[in-house]
Nanobody, 122 residues
Framework: QVQVVESGGGLVQAGGSLRLSCAAS????????MGWYRQAPGKQRELVAT???????NYADSVKGRFAISRDNVKNTVYLQMNSLKPEDTAVYYC????????????????WGQGTQVTVSS
């Protein structure tokens, strides 16, 4: 079985920083893309950032220049460094990973974490 677990959320003042982590564990053969989404109250879940296996990041326009995504392929972990946080960044942040799991290595699937709350006060 595979598990994806986020950590690092919390309460921060506007202009502050937080770093989210997400670790995948279990019977993992390989991981393709990893990424972060977020969902604010009353809104749809939206893409924040994704990162390829080679480390190339892709960002939503709303976070470009403020957030940085990275990954450690040995630890099966993805990070989201969030700087210059704004109240509108308040949301539950979800990690996702496209994983090939033993023994079904030709059938990759997307796994999601349980979410971590980020609250930015003004």
């Amino acid at each position: 079985q595979v598990q994806v677990v986020e950590s690092g959320g919390g309460l921060v003042q506007a202009g502050g920083s937080l770093r989210l982590s997400c670790a995948a564990s279990g019977s993992i053969f390989s991981i393709d893309f990893m990424g972060w989404y977020r969902q604010a109250p009353g809104k749809q879940r939206e893409l924040v950032a994704t990162v390829t296996t080679s480390g190339t990041g892709n960002y939503a326009d709303s976070v470009k220049g403020r957030f940085a995504i990275s990954r450690d392929n040995v630890k099966n972990t993805v990070y989201l460094q969030m700087n210059s946080l704004k109240p509108e960044d308040t949301a539950v942040y979800y990690c996702t990973a496209n994983i090939k799991e033993y023994p079904h290595i030709f059938r990759p699937r997307d796994y999601w974490g349980q979410g971590t709350q980020v609250t930015v006060s003004s």
